[in-house]
Protein backbone atom coordinates (compact mmCIF):
# COMPACT_ATOMS: atom_id res chain seq x y z
CA UNK A 1 0.00 0.00 0.00
CA UNK A 2 1.58 3.36 -1.04
CA UNK A 3 0.22 6.14 1.14
CA UNK A 4 0.29 10.10 0.22
CA UNK A 5 1.12 12.90 1.79
CA UNK A 6 -1.60 14.82 3.83
CA UNK A 7 -4.36 15.84 1.58
CA UNK A 8 -7.03 18.54 2.43
CA UNK A 9 -10.69 16.37 2.34
CA UNK A 10 -12.13 19.10 -0.01
CA UNK A 11 -9.52 17.66 -2.65
CA UNK A 12 -10.65 14.04 -2.39
CA UNK A 13 -13.00 12.82 -4.91
CA UNK A 14 -15.41 10.45 -4.33
CA UNK A 15 -14.26 6.97 -5.16
CA UNK A 16 -11.00 7.37 -3.44
CA UNK A 17 -9.32 5.36 -1.25
CA UNK A 18 -8.30 7.28 2.18
CA UNK A 19 -6.40 6.65 5.23
CA UNK A 20 -6.91 8.06 8.71
CA UNK A 21 -4.55 7.19 11.58
CA UNK A 22 -7.84 7.08 13.74
CA UNK A 23 -8.37 4.00 11.46
CA UNK A 24 -6.12 1.15 10.44
CA UNK A 25 -8.48 0.18 7.44
CA UNK A 26 -8.18 1.82 4.45
CA UNK A 27 -11.64 2.92 2.92
CA UNK A 28 -13.37 4.47 -0.14
CA UNK A 29 -15.09 7.53 -0.06
CA UNK A 30 -18.53 7.11 -1.00
CA UNK A 31 -20.16 10.75 -0.88
CA UNK A 32 -19.42 13.78 0.53
CA UNK A 33 -22.27 16.30 1.24
CA UNK A 34 -21.52 20.04 -0.05
CA UNK A 35 -20.17 22.42 3.04
CA UNK A 36 -21.73 23.17 6.14
CA UNK A 37 -21.25 26.18 8.25
CA UNK A 38 -18.10 26.93 8.84
CA UNK A 39 -16.67 25.12 5.81
CA UNK A 40 -17.01 21.65 7.55
CA UNK A 41 -18.33 18.57 5.49
CA UNK A 42 -20.19 15.11 5.70
CA UNK A 43 -18.88 12.60 4.17
CA UNK A 44 -19.60 8.65 4.17
CA UNK A 45 -16.99 6.05 3.93
CA UNK A 46 -17.52 2.56 3.01
CA UNK A 47 -18.02 0.05 6.16
CA UNK A 48 -18.83 2.83 8.58
CA UNK A 49 -22.64 3.10 9.40
CA UNK A 50 -22.01 6.98 10.28
CA UNK A 51 -21.36 9.44 8.44
CA UNK A 52 -18.66 11.71 9.16
CA UNK A 53 -18.14 15.37 9.84
CA UNK A 54 -14.77 16.61 9.09
CA UNK A 55 -13.40 19.94 9.49
CA UNK A 56 -11.91 21.89 6.25
CA UNK A 57 -8.34 22.17 7.95
CA UNK A 58 -8.25 17.89 8.43
CA UNK A 59 -6.15 15.95 6.18
CA UNK A 60 -6.25 12.62 5.18
CA UNK A 61 -4.22 10.12 3.39
CA UNK A 62 -4.93 8.67 -0.57
CA UNK A 63 -4.14 5.10 -0.87
CA UNK A 64 -2.50 3.49 -3.78
CA UNK A 65 -2.11 -0.33 -4.30
CA UNK A 66 1.42 -1.43 -5.59
CA UNK A 67 1.97 -4.64 -7.43
CA UNK A 68 1.57 -7.05 -4.14
CA UNK A 69 -0.95 -5.43 -3.25
CA UNK A 70 -2.85 -6.17 -6.48
CA UNK A 71 -1.67 -9.69 -6.70
CA UNK A 72 -2.83 -9.82 -3.65
CA UNK A 73 -6.61 -8.78 -4.20
CA UNK A 74 -7.13 -11.00 -6.95
CA UNK A 75 -5.79 -14.25 -5.63
CA UNK A 76 -8.49 -13.24 -2.49
CA UNK A 77 -11.05 -13.10 -5.57
CA UNK A 78 -9.81 -16.70 -6.77
CA UNK A 79 -8.39 -15.25 -9.77
CA UNK A 80 -4.53 -15.50 -11.30
CA UNK A 81 -2.49 -12.91 -12.30
CA UNK A 82 -1.21 -13.83 -15.49
CA UNK A 83 1.30 -11.17 -17.54
CA UNK A 84 -0.57 -10.03 -20.56
CA UNK A 85 1.91 -10.00 -23.89
CA UNK A 86 1.70 -7.24 -26.10
CA UNK A 87 0.28 -7.44 -29.61
CA UNK A 88 2.39 -7.62 -32.96
Known amino acids: ?3 SPP ?3 RF ?3 GAV ?3 D ?3 VPRRLEHADAQLHHGRRVVFLEGLTAPMVVDPGSTVRLVALDFG ?3 AALRAAGLTAEPVEPAG
Do not use: E, K, N, T
Open 1 to 3: MIL
Open 7 to 9: VAW
Open 12 to 14: VPV
Open 18 to 20: VFM
Open 22 to 24: RDP
Open 69 to 71: DAV
